[in-house]
């Protein structure tokens, strides 16, 4: 009987040893478990630091630069520096404005500055005589005279040409920024679209 008793005993005690080395080796391999998962796992970034990341690394793109002569009756007379793709009435706007004499209605102030351009702002007598003159004011020329210049006209200036819409227009645009420009007049033929024959009813409004 005390044998039967002792088995008993003995097989109760090694039922509850079993099962401590097993919970313990249970919890060892779950805190190898989670750092290994810690070690796996990569650092949070919050989304404005990312943001302000890829702000700090994507580089700047330089503005280009024209230089417009701007004269007759504005304030202040002289050569203005613009970003590329400003107006008139910008150009108007750093010389000062107008003078009180000046023939604004005269200017298209919506129009393209280009590198080099000179704008002359006529007084109200002036503008009176070019009108009957029959000339226009920026740069004096014989009206219906003005040649598009495909290698620094604006968009809305090639559209000007028989038979270029907005479409080819930027074709132009897109040609001249990836061959360097023009360099005849006849390279206009090499944009899809326009071939001799449209090529003839405008190549007399058209310099480069």
Do not use: W
């Not at 002289?78 to 910008?90: A, I, P």
């Not at 920026?138 to 009206?143: K, R």
């Not at 270029?164 to 930027?170: Q, R, S, Y």
Request: charged share 25%.
């Amino acid at each position: 009987m005390n044998y039967h008793r002792i088995k008993i005993a003995a097989i109760a005690i090694c039922v509850i040893i079993c099962s401590i080395c097993y919970g313990l080796n249970r919890n060892h391999i779950y805190r190898e478990e989670k750092a290994f998962v810690s070690i796996q796992e990569p650092p949070v970034t919050s989304a404005e630091e990312t943001t302000a990341s890829v702000s700090q690394e994507a580089p700047e793109v330089p503005s280009r630069i024209c230089y417009v002569h701007i004269c007759g009756e504005v304030v202040s007379p002289g050569v203005y520096e613009l970003e590329e793709g400003s107006r008139v009435f910008q150009a108007v706007k750093e010389a000062g404005g107008f003078t009180e004499n000046a023939a604004a209605d005269t200017l298209n102030m919506a129009e393209q500055v280009k590198d080099g351009m000179k704008i002359q702002v006529p007084d109200q007598e002036e503008a009176k005589r070019l009108h009957d003159q029959g000339t226009s004011v920026l740069g004096n020329l014989p009206e219906g005279s003005h040649k598009v210049n495909l290698n620094t006209a604006g968009k809305e200036e090639l559209m000007t040409l028989r038979g270029v819409g907005e479409a080819k227009a930027d074709d132009i645009i897109r040609y001249r920024e990836s061959h360097g420009g023009f360099q005849k007049i006849e390279d206009i033929m090499k944009i899809s679209g326009i071939k001799e024959a449209a090529f003839q009813k405008i190549k007399d409004d058209m310099t480069v």
